[in-house]
């Protein structure tokens, strides 16, 4: 959700623009920030949406919380944790997750799935923005497991493999969670196919 008043960064009071309240819908996404977009870019165009999105949005008050958001609208089932992408670069990303009570489980601990989609998130985006422009990737499989009961302010990073061409090929990305202590709260390893573009 975004900010209301004083606390709202100016990208995202540029995001809500004259429509008011928390709505995206009518607002040039191209008008509000140093990038195209949309909300489901066309993954088979050429370019790397994630990068670009990114490299905008980083430099702008505020814009490392709009590009999380946004990731969220694209990928509602991920946007749902409310994850916030902290770092993102070759062959590295890092993101936070906050403990609260709509991530938990009935032992009062952040829940496996939730874990599990933290992990793809951060994965992903490790592996999207070091993608050439004329390649794709999917997870395939994804395997995790859990060292401890989460709780806390979490921190998953991932520092895969850098893929450097389209060809077809799979690399398996891990992942790590840990608390706020440092400990390690879950490992999680994507099995993942890269390939060419369609187009």
Same mark, same amino acid.
């Given at each position: 959700?975004?900010? %209301? !008043?004083?606390?709202?960064?100016? /990208?995202?009071?540029? *995001? @809500?623009?004259?429509? #008011? $309240?928390?709505? &995206?819908a009518g607002m040039s996404l191209a008008s509000a920030l140093p990038f195209r977009s949309a909300f489901a870019p066309d993954?088979?165009? %050429? !370019?790397?949406?994630?990068?670009? /999105?990114?490299?905008? *949005? @980083?430099?702008?008050? #505020? $814009?490392?919380? &709009? ?32 403990? @609260? ?54 921190t998953a990073e991932s520092r895969p493999e850098v893929v450097t061409s389209a060809a077809k090929r799979e690399i398996d ?27």
């Amino acid at each position: 959700m975004l900010s %209301r !008043g004083k606390g709202a960064s100016s /990208a995202e009071r540029r *995001l @809500r623009g004259h429509g #008011g $309240g928390d709505s &995206l819908a009518g607002m040039s996404l191209a008008s509000a920030l140093p990038f195209r977009s949309a909300f489901a870019p066309d993954v088979e165009k %050429r !370019g790397n949406f994630v990068r670009d /999105a990114w490299d905008g *949005l @980083r430099k702008v008050p #505020g $814009g490392r919380r &709009l590009f999380s958001l946004l990731a969220g609208r694209m990928v509602p089932y991920t946007g749902s944790i409310g994850a916030q992408v902290e770092v993102v670069e070759r062959g590295h990303a890092r993101v936070r997750l906050e403990d @609260r009570p709509k991530v938990r489980n009935h032992l009062k601990c952040v829940h496996a799935i939730a874990l599990a989609n933290l992990a793809e998130l951060t994965g992903n985006l490790a592996v999207w923005y070091s993608l050439p422009d004329d390649a794709r990737f999917i997870v395939s499989g994804l395997s995790i497991e859990y060292l401890k009961k989460a709780r806390g302010t979490l921190t998953a990073e991932s520092r895969p493999e850098v893929v450097t061409s389209a060809a077809k090929r799979e690399i398996d990305v891990v992942v790590d969670i840990r608390d706020a202590k440092g400990e390690l709260c879950a490992r999680a390893v994507l099995r993942t196919l890269v390939g060419p573009k369609r187009s």
